[in-house]
DNA sequence: GCCCAGGGGGCTC
DNA sequence: GAGCCCCATGGG
């Protein structure tokens, strides 16, 4: 299986590069572009980071002090903003109350005790806490979302209605617990969902990992096929 | 105008 | 624990 889930990682490498995740100049940056990029695209994400740092507010003392009609404003890009307003108050207050708004003091301890932290605020659920483990934190866990569901659903390793923890369990029972292949492995699966594995009308023809696709062959019937790909058909 | 996108909380049963 | 609604912007 090791080898299967390797296999699918070099392909979608080698037709994306490397992504270079997270841009962020800081750990606590990271961590609110994870809290701000819930249920919307990162576009919406960079305006209101821009915003913060426009504005100086960037920082955990900078949140913690700000108003919240003000915060609103700047973060307005990201949808549900008063809802993130609140997200990252709850964030920043646990910094500055428990870690003197050191964040890297509160970054640096072990990966399941600074899981269990960060879901028993308000806004984290499993998979902003497991981006923030790996993406600022930098430790190996395995982060899974809804592209991760769809891909590996179509291409036959998952039941659709599969549950977070066991994709999670799934990735790291069978992969090496590495920090860099788990950053660019998740980085990965979000290029694929972004760029071919729509919901509707996926672009199959296109997708790296469309040769290991059950959902292309299945799909294939009301696909528009086009000219090249007949051809290399019928060449076989 | 309409659809949908990298989630999580809260409620009900 | 599953199912549902709520939150409420911006781009195609």
């Not at 994306?16 to 962020?24: Q, V």
């Not at 609110?32 to 915003?51: E, P, Y």
């Not at 991760?148 to 369990?169: A, D, H, K, P, S």
Request: glycine content about 6%; overall charge neutral; some cysteine.
């Amino acid at each position: 299986m090791e080898q299967r889930l390797l296999h699918i990682y070099n392909l979608m490498y080698e037709k994306a590069g490397p992504k270079n995740w997270w841009p962020a100049d800081t750990s606590f940056e990271v961590a609110v572009g994870a809290i701000l990029t819930q249920f919307v695209s990162w576009k919406n994400v960079v305006t209101a980071i821009d915003n913060l740092k426009a504005q100086q507010l960037l920082s955990v003392e900078g949140i913690c002090e700000a108003d919240d009609e003000r915060l609103e404003e700047l973060i307005r890009s990201t949808r549900f903003y008063k809802q993130k307003v609140r997200k990252l108050k709850s964030f920043c207050m646990l910094l500055r109350e428990k870690y003197g708004s050191c964040p890297d003091r509160f970054f640096e301890q072990e990966m399941y005790a600074l899981r269990e932290e960060l879901l028993k605020l308000y806004g984290i659920g499993e998979e902003t806490a497991d981006c923030i483990i790996l993406y600022a934190a930098e430790k190996p866990i395995f982060v899974v979302d809804a592209y991760t569901r769809r891909i590996f659903n179509r291409l036959g390793f998952f039941e659709e209605n599969i549950r977070y923890r066991e994709m999670q369990e799934f990735f790291m029972g069978n992969l090496p617990h590495d920090t860099r292949l788990f950053n660019e492995f998740h980085a990965q699966i979000d290029g694929i969902g972004g760029h071919y594995c729509f919901s509707k009308k996926p672009d199959c023809m296109e997708c790296p990992l469309g040769v290991l696709c059950k959902f292309k062959k299945s799909n294939r019937a009301t696909a528009p096929v086009r000219q090249d790909a007949q051809a290399t058909v019928k060449r076989k």
